[in-house]
């Protein structure tokens, strides 16, 4: 069956470090990978987005790895603050725009 | 420029009774989705339309569950009967047509709806 992995155990990393969040999917072929975070009691918001024949993407602090052959995807945060503390969430697209998404990983930065 | 805007933002409901949610796309947004949450369990989709046409349904639970869009602006999710097991977060998004980079979909604050 289809399955995202990402770890459910919440990361704590102090500010100023990079922290890096992983997603592994089996038993998909996604034409699309995208990460979005989410604060408590609000929607998941877009941060990135990457095309299967893409290896890397970056937007300011944030790098996204895919690699299709280990099925994984890395999600770099470098310098991290406090106010990058949330949820980060994996979504795989076939194509279709329906997103399937990973449980995500909570990233509490400590100052 | 309006987000996703979701109402209402919490429903108490009992067991059999019908509830409607709805949603109101960022405005001009073609593709609108539904998108549920349960305790402990990843968002999980239900539903897209394109326009007022339901492009995929295949992530409704059963017949139960009843979307519309009407005129193709905002959309109504209806749940009739409602069972304890559909408790939990629904989550509307949108993003423009076309192709490339309007895969991004921006997402509602969501509807807490618990089912007693």
């Known amino acids: 069956s289809q399955k995202i992995e990402q770890n459910s155990e919440a990361l704590n990393i102090q500010e100023g470090k990079t922290a890096t969040l992983t997603c592994n999917y089996t038993?998909?072929?996604?034409?699309?990978l995208q990460w979005y975070r989410q604060d408590p009691g609000r929607g998941p918001v877009f941060l990135l987005l990457?095309?299967?024949?893409?290896k890397e993407k970056r937007k300011e602090r944030l790098k996204v790895t895919f690699d299709t052959t280990l099925k994984q995807s890395l999600f770099h945060i470098t310098a991290s603050q406090p106010a990058d503390s949330a949820t980060y969430l994996c979504?795989?697209?076939?194509?279709?725009?329906?997103?399937?998404f990973g449980s995500g990983t909570r990233l509490q930065v400590q100052p | 420029e309006a987000g996703v805007t979701q109402f209402p933002s919490h429903s108490v409901i009992e067991k059999g009774q019908t509830v409607t949610l709805r949603c109101d796309p960022i405005?001009?947004?073609?593709?609108l989705y539904w998108y549920r949450r349960v305790m402990g369990k990843e968002i999980k989709f239900l539903l897209h339309?394109?326009?007022?046409?339901?492009?995929?349904e295949s992530g409704m639970p059963n017949n139960r569950f009843l979307a519309e869009r009407t005129g193709g602006t905002y959309s109504t999710l209806k749940v009739q009967p409602a069972e304890l097991e559909d408790s939990g977060v629904y989550f509307c998004?949108?993003?423009?047509?076309?192709?490339?980079?309007?895969?991004?979909?921006?997402f509602g604050p969501g509807t807490r709806l618990t089912v007693t």
């Open positions: 998004a949108s993003s423009p047509a076309g192709v490339g980079s309007h895969y991004e979909q921006y």
């Open positions: 038993n998909y072929s996604p034409a699309y």
């Open positions: 990457i095309r299967e024949n893409e």
């Open positions: 979504a795989l697209d076939t194509g279709r725009r329906a997103l399937t």
């Open positions: 405005s001009g947004h073609d593709n």
């Open positions: 339309f394109v326009k007022e046409s339901k492009q995929d």
